[in-house]
Structures are given as C-alpha cells and as structure tokens.
Nanobody, 126 residues
C-alpha cells in the first residue's frame, strides 16, 4: 500500500519560510515523478512544483519559481518543498503526489498523479 505523508506545515507570517516534507512508503520512490499541489478554500487544487524521478528536471507553477524550490532524496524516499518569502495568498493545504515515471502525461495536472498524501495546512498571516 502506497503511503505519502506530508509534514512541516503550520502558521507563518508573511515573508517567512517553511520547508515541507513528504515521506513515501510502499512504492519504488526513485521510479516515480513527484509533485506538490495546493488547494485553498473554495478553489481548485493547483500545481505548485514537480520533479522528475532522478531530480534532473524541475517545474514550478506560475509565479512560484524563485520563491519555492522542490527537491528529493531518493535514498531516504523523501520529497521536499522549500518555501521562502511566503505571502498570504500561499495559504492552502499542500499535497504531495506521485506517479510512475513513464508515459506521456501532463505533469501540471492532478489527473497525472496516482498517489496522494493527506495534505498539510500552511497559513500565512499578513
């Protein structure tokens, strides 16, 4: 059974930083592309960042590159999201997602991902 467990969320003031972690179990982590999505109240789940199985390619949602950084540790089955200069509009539940690294998929879409965590709340106050 695949399990993705996010941690590291919480309250933070605008301009602050948080580092989210996602611990993966039950899958061959190094064979999966991984991503972060977020969902604010009343809004659709949106793409935040993705990283290929080996970490060689990274993609970011619009306006997030430069503030957010995705990384992974395949030896420890861990995915990370470093978030700097946080803004109130970054407030959301952040989800870790994974998909096997094959096939032509739109990695910006929620539909590309087979596995999801339960999410971790990030609340940025002004």
């Amino acid at each position: 059974q695949v399990q993705l467990a996010e941690s590291g969320g919480g309250p933070v003031q605008a301009g602050g930083s948080l580092r989210l972690s996602c611990a993966a179990a039950g899958l061959t982590f190094r064979s999966h592309h991984m991503a972060w999505f977020r969902q604010a109240p009343g809004k659709e789940r949106e793409f935040v960042a993705a990283i290929t199985w080996g970490g060689g390619r990274k993609s970011y949602g619009e306006g997030l590159k430069g503030r957010f950084s995705i990384s992974r540790d395949n030896d420890k089955n861990m995915l990370f999201l470093q978030m700097n200069n946080l803004k109130p509009e970054d407030t959301a539940v952040y989800y870790c997602a994974g998909t096997p690294a094959y096939g032509g998929k739109d990695y910006y879409s929620v539909d590309a991902y087979d596995y999801w965590g339960q999410g971790t709340q990030v609340t940025v106050s002004s």
